[in-house]
């Protein structure tokens, strides 16, 4: 009792003004979605049905579709298209044979020009592998690490090292780059860093 002299001292109405109003509310809703529902079924629109034929005669690589409306056509007017249905069909999948034959040629064509492209990056990668190879080879003689003459056989000996793990070549970058420093440092000029 107390809570509702609160509400009241708030300005709310009372729960016995409020219910008709409510009740009024949601019959007034429901007439109106009643209403919507009504005119939706009315104004409804009858799909219009639609003929495509296929026009062959033309060259090969185009392809022209012609359509016509049937929404006035009988069923006794149709009747003279239904031999033409295989003559259509002979049609249709002829065109469709070609666009199958054009698609696998494209295909063909996308996994050859892939191929080219992935061995192109391997020679590229093979490439900077052997410059690297050579830097690290080049600046293991100059520390005196090994002799000159051993020089090719570290470089193969790099361009070959791979994880042992993984199996995948080791990043030979860094210490590439170790021994590039080294050489600008030291003011080295030899021929097998020009390499």
């Given at each position: ?99 199958e034959t054009e698609l696998k040629q494209m295909k063909m064509g996308y996994e050859d020009h ?82």
């Amino acid at each position: 009792m107390n809570t509702v002299s609160m509400l009241r001292q708030m300005g709310y109405p009372s729960l016995h003004q409020i219910m008709p109003i409510f009740q009024y509310s949601l019959v007034g809703l429901a007439v109106a979605g009643l209403g919507m529902m009504a005119f939706g079924m009315v104004a409804k629109k009858t799909p219009k049905f639609r003929s495509v034929k296929v026009v062959t005669n033309e060259p090969f690589g185009e392809l022209r579709i012609e359509s016509q409306s049937l929404g006035s056509k009988t069923k006794k007017e149709l009747q003279p298209n239904v031999g033409n249905e295989k003559e259509t069909t002979g049609a249709v999948t002829d065109v469709l044979s070609k666009l199958e034959t054009e698609l696998k040629q494209m295909k063909m064509g996308y996994e050859d020009h892939r191929q080219q492209i992935e061995s192109e990056r391997m020679e590229l990668e093979q490439k900077e592998r052997e410059r690297l190879a050579k830097i690290i080879s080049a600046g293991e003689v100059l520390t005196q690490e090994i002799a000159r003459d051993r020089f090719n056989d570290r470089v193969k000996y790099y361009v070959e090292l791979k994880n042992e793990v993984t199996g995948k070549p080791v990043d030979l970058s860094l210490l590439a780059a170790k021994f590039n420093k080294m050489r600008k440092t030291m003011g080295s000029n030899d021929e097998l860093f020009s390499v």
